[in-house]
């Protein structure tokens, strides 16, 4: 190990806002998100808070990463729409509106940029504004109706119209 290593105090520490762990110097307030020149992987595995890096790492392999179209109902858990107007839609009409979106995204080319734009315009979720991308996440982490649908895609699969207390969605795996 070099003199810079062995100057540092790394370590492991998890990141709220990005959902990952980093790397944090404690003697100099240095952070990283890959494990720090000098350190082999071994190395890093024997840091303080090496427990948050192989949690990460675990449960990383049991994740998967979707978007979706959420169209909330008047009989939805919370029925206002994002920006908290109430929804005055009934489910008939929401799945409806969803048969007639995954059609349309079928017919033509059922790319990830399609789905995100439809997201985007229709989607009563907040991850509208990302596409309706929700992230990385694991199981248990989603109602079990949509955990189901989600985990059984293949990678760039859309599901058919999904129910959860949220509302009906349309959920398409990208990872």
């Known amino acids: 190990m070099d003199d810079t290593v062995l100057n540092t105090m790394w370590e492991i520490r998890w990141s709220n ?18 494990i720090p020149p000098g350190l082999t992987q071994q190395q890093a595995l024997q840091l303080p808070g090496s427990e ?3 949690d990460y790492y675990r449960n990383k392999q049991q994740m998967i990463r979707a978007r979706h179209i959420l169209l909330k ?17 009934t489910r008939s ?46 199981k248990g982490e989603m109602q079990p109706e949509f955990e189901k649908a989600a985990f059984s895609l293949p990678i760039g699969g859309t599901s058919n119209v999904v129910h959860t207390d949220s509302g009906e969605h349309l959920i398409k795996r990208i990872a």
């Open 93 to 138: 009409e929401s799945i409806a509106q969803l048969e007639s979106a995954f059609k349309k995204l079928n017919d033509g080319p059922n790319t990830d940029e399609a789905f995100a734009k439809f997201a985007k315009e229709h989607s009563d979720c907040s991850s509208a504004e990302q596409g309706g991308d929700l992230g990385f996440f694991g």
């Open 73 to 89: 109902t008047q009989e939805s858990r919370r029925p206002v729409d994002r920006k908290g107007n109430p929804i005055s839609r």
């Open 17 to 34: 806002s990005q959902s990952l762990p980093y790397f944090y110097d404690i003697n100099t307030n240095a952070s990283m998100w890959e």
């Open 52 to 54: 948050i890096l192989e």
